[in-house]
């Protein structure tokens, strides 16, 4: 089973850019959808945005033009790049792996990161 550990948070101010990391270890076959989720706090959890093993991309509205994701299939690593921050952009960033599937015997998890928190102030 894969663990992941996220990386990069920490504190900043409106418009500039932090890099956040997520390095996935231990047994990383199988590895599909990877993605990022933030949880400010009093809220729920939303998805903030999704790569693909193939490098397909989706990204929550919000962050839209924003923010981009990458993934390093060789490094088993996802990243996401957070330009021109804003205050409501401070959160808890989750990274979650989709693992399994690959064949029809797999069972298919989602595993979760601690997260990294990230914060922005005006």
């Known amino acids: 089973q894969v663990q992941l550990a996220e990386s990069g948070g920490g504190l900043v101010q409106a418009g500039e850019s932090l890099r956040l990391s997520c390095a996935a270890s231990?047994?990383?076959?199988?590895?599909?959808?990877m993605g990022w989720y933030r949880q400010a706090p009093g809220q729920e959890r939303e998805l903030v945005a999704t790569i693909t093993r193939g490098g397909r991309t989706t990204y929550a509205g919000t962050v839209e033009g924003r923010f981009s994701i990458s993934r390093d299939n060789a490094k088993n690593m996802v990243h996401l790049q957070m330009n021109s921050l804003k205050p409501d952009d401070t959160a808890i960033y989750l990274c979650k792996v989709v693992q399994g599937g690959c064949t029809v015997e797999q069972r298919v998890l989602e595993v979760w990161g601690q997260g990294t928190l990230v914060t922005v102030s005006s």
């Open positions: 231990g047994d990383t076959t199988c590895l599909s959808v």
